[in-house]
């Protein structure tokens, strides 16, 4: 899944060791409120991969983000990314979050099945000592 992501992602990925992070949280590997993974394959080739987070923060943040999606460069648009949505959102137990940037073609899937955009996300990073 991690190897998956890190060549399907394309120029919206993130370095293997923080999708291995997030698969860990997913699976409880590490201590983390837990989530899941899914993978669609196809005669053993795996065609798509998904990794839901849960937040454990009901009520007032999202319940779970959707922090990897991908599928195989070969399999897109046939509609397997709707697919992995619908499966993800039958799996998660409340509202999902994602992070999609401006230019990402998937951006309008996720318009598609309903996600909304209502804040403008700003990041504070500690300085490098």
Same mark, same amino acid.
């Given at each position: 899944m991690i190897d998956f992501l890190f060549d399907h992602l394309d120029q919206y990925g993130d370095p293997?060791? *923080?999708i291995e992070k997030c698969l860990n949280y997913a699976l409880k590997i590490s201590e983390s409120f837990g989530g899941f993974a899914l993978m669609s394959s196809d005669n053993g080739t795996t065609t798509g991969v998904v990794i839901v987070n849960r937040t454990g923060m009901n009520?007032?943040?999202? *319940?779970? #983000?959707?922090?990897?999606?991908?599928t195989h460069r070969d399999y897109r648009g046939k509609g397997l990314g709707k697919l992995l949505m619908d499966k993800s959102f039958e799996l998660a137990e409340? *509202? #999902?979050a994602l992070h999609v940037e401006p230019d990402n073609p998937a951006r309008y899937l996720y318009e598609k099945k309903g996600f909304t955009n209502k804040y403008l996300e700003m990041r504070w990073k500690q300085p490098q000592q």
């Open positions: 293997k060791q *923080d009520g007032y943040i999202p *319940d779970n #983000i959707l922090v990897y999606i991908a409340g *509202d #999902i």
